[in-house]
């Protein structure tokens, strides 16, 4: 019943360096989606698939990238860590249909120095 | 530019107290509402509304939806400490497009 797991779930970075945040889900849901989570900002859209082998721009996506090579697994790059990295990374899964709700992974927090 | 506000930021009330938290919205290709809370982790599912004028209930909490005035409030009655968290308001566009608040942060007081 593991739902939808992030790995790791904390990070320190130094700024520079790269990382990649891993999401599984084991729903099979086509939909999967990162966000970060700023204080006083809500939830903010990365980048979003609408499938395997897909990926879209979400409202703040610079400075990341993103792959679904499986559709069970979505991974955030980050290619040169920057301290407006630090924030809290949520990953999410739907199925799609109509009136699915979005489930959620524990979170990874990040910190960039 | 789709939008969806919160209000009030932040809420601190009493032991038994009853609650009421907004959320407004701006959002082409509206389809459904969500109420997500949230602690210190994963935030996790309180109800989704599509219809308008049908209220949600799960014990002490409901939440309704005027689709009219763009607009859902969640109601918390004789709070608990435990009710002390986030709360997020999302509202879901046609393409599974979801678009959050900033949440409104309610604080229990014994």
């Known amino acids: 019943n593991a739902g939808v797991t992030q790995t790791p779930k904390f990070r320190v970075l130094k700024t520079g360096q790269s990382m990649t945040l891993l999401c599984a889900q084991d729903m099979n849901h086509e939909y999967m989606y990162w966000y970060r989570q700023d204080p006083g900002m809500g939830l903010r859209l990365i980048h979003y698939s609408v499938g395997e082998g897909t990926t879209a721009k979400g409202e703040v996506p610079d400075g990341y990238n993103v792959s679904r090579l499986k559709k069970q697994n979505f991974l955030l790059g980050l290619e040169s860590a920057a301290p407006s990295q630090t924030s809290v990374y949520f990953c999410?899964?739907?199925?799609?249909?109509?009136?699915?709700?979005?489930?959620f992974g524990s979170g990874t927090q990040l910190s960039v120095l | 530019e789709d939008k969806v506000v919160q209000s009030p930021l932040s809420l601190v009330v009493h032991e038994g107290d009853t609650v009421t938290l907004n959320c407004s919205y701006e959002v082409t290709n509206f389809r459904s509402l969500l109420w997500y809370k949230q602690e210190k982790k994963a935030p996790t599912f309180l109800f989704m509304l599509?219809?308008?004028?049908i209220e949600k209930k799960s014990g002490r909490l409901s939440s309704i939806l005027d689709k009219k005035e763009l607009f859902s409030i969640l109601n918390i009655t004789a709070t608990q400490t435990g009710d002390s968290a986030i709360y997020l308001c999302?509202?879901?566009?046609?393409?599974?497009?979801?678009?959050f608040g900033t949440g409104t942060s309610l604080t229990v007081i014994p």
């Open positions: 599509t219809s308008s004028g």
């Open positions: 999410a899964s739907s199925s799609g249909g109509a009136g699915e709700k979005l489930f």
């Open positions: 999302a509202v879901e566009a046609t393409g599974n497009q979801f678009y």
